[in-house]
């Protein structure tokens, strides 16, 4: 009989956020943290041109696109890479770095893409505990062993919405061997607005084993393109190159893509919008009673006493339901008794609010 690689039936295949609500045509999705804003003017009319050469391959190697994030950030394009989001690239420096008898760090309550990428490339999973719902430095070092040769590190972290102050992330990449690659997921970096915060260029260019990846899912509001980006140190680049696919990048995302970042207004009406909901959002629930994580992302994280049979994690999703609201059930992140809520649109927010102070009262 035809099996699979061993470690291959261990995955538990990854489950996006829930779309759509049985017997309702529309509801308010706010399951995936996606942009609230949608994405730019320009990048969709980029888009949409695109439509005429869907005949010819794409720029195997992004140029025009890595050209416009490196003008964008400050950086040398010669060492970012592409990818088919940044999924796509936390999956690849697994393959690169990781294999059979190795072993891959990432914290209790980090995205679910981390141990499918590890036990993919046949390596072992290590998970530190968080301390607060935050990645502990501390408990990562301690598990840091011969074998290790990959720690993730989401930052900030989804689905709790914490991050590690710049200070702890620096300790944590001199605590590791030059032989460990620490990997900085950055998707959700240009929501925050946190002073002591930074996603990881300057460590990256501060030695060879560090690398930054980012997306243009989240606040540039392309997540149907895919559409990611890495950011490498010189070696860790080339090796890249050598394993994506040769044309993983679609001619329509780079061509948005390229838009998405030349369009800084709309980057900083995304996030102006989404730090007044946020804040918004967190204040009036706790208001109301419940415990929410402080977030510095595009979402809340949100607590239930599990003991209320009518207001825990459970009766209060179905309750949303119920009012055509959509929102993310984090079990599977080992959260039972919490519910993510992305941020949304004015109106999606009021009618949050309302629905909480329904389901408080």
């Known amino acids: 009989m035809l099996t699979p690689r061993p470690g291959i039936l261990d995955i538990s295949p990854y489950v996006g956020g829930r779309s759509h609500l049985a017997g309702r045509d529309s509801a308010i999705k706010l399951s995936s943290n996606e942009s609230a804003l949608g994405p730019s003017p320009r990048a969709v009319e980029a888009f949409k041109a695109a439509a005429e050469k869907l005949h010819r391959y794409p720029d195997g190697g992004s140029s025009a696109l890595v050209e416009a994030i490196g003008r964008a950030h400050g950086l040398d394009s010669a060492r970012i890479v592409s990818g088919a989001g940044s999924d796509e690239l936390l999956q690849l420096l697994t393959r690169g770095y990781a294999g059979p008898g190795d072993e891959v760090i990432f914290t209790a309550h980090g995205f679910l893409v ?85 996603a990881g260029v300057e460590l990256v260019d501060a030695g060879d084993n560090v690398v930054m990846t980012r997306t ?52 900083a009406k995304a996030r102006e919008h989404n730090a007044r909901w946020r804040e918004r959002l967190s204040a009036g629930l706790r208001q109301r009673g419940l415990n929410v994580t402080p977030s510095v992302a595009n979402f809340v994280l949100v607590h239930f006493p599990p003991d209320d049979p009518k207001r825990n994690a459970k009766a209060a999703e179905a309750f949303l339901h119920a009012r055509g609201i959509i929102v993310r059930n984090v079990e599977n992140y080992g959260l039972p008794h919490a519910l993510r809520i992305t941020i949304g649109l004015d109106h999606e927010m009021e009618a949050v609010m309302e629905a909480f102070a329904a389901l408080m009262a």
């Open 114 to 198: 981390y141990p499918i990428a590890t036990r993919a490339v046949g390596a072992t999973p290590v998970v530190a505990p968080e301390r607060e719902l935050t990645a502990d430095v501390d408990a990562i070092l301690a598990r840091v062993t011969p074998r290790t040769r990959i720690v993730f590190l989401a930052n900030p972290n989804n689905p709790t919405g914490t991050y590690v102050a710049e200070r702890e992330v620096a300790r944590l990449r001199a605590g590791l061997p030059a032989s460990v690659l620490l990997v900085l997921d950055a998707a959700y970096a240009e929501f925050v607005d946190a002073p002591d915060y930074r």
């Open 216 to 267: 243009f899912s989240k606040v540039y509001g392309l997540a149907a393109l895919r559409l990611g980006w890495a950011y490498c140190p010189p070696a860790i680049a080339d090796v890249l190159h050598r394993i994506r696919g040769p044309f993983n990048v679609a001619t329509p995302a780079q061509l948005a893509g390229i838009e998405a970042v030349r369009d800084v207004a709309h980057l």
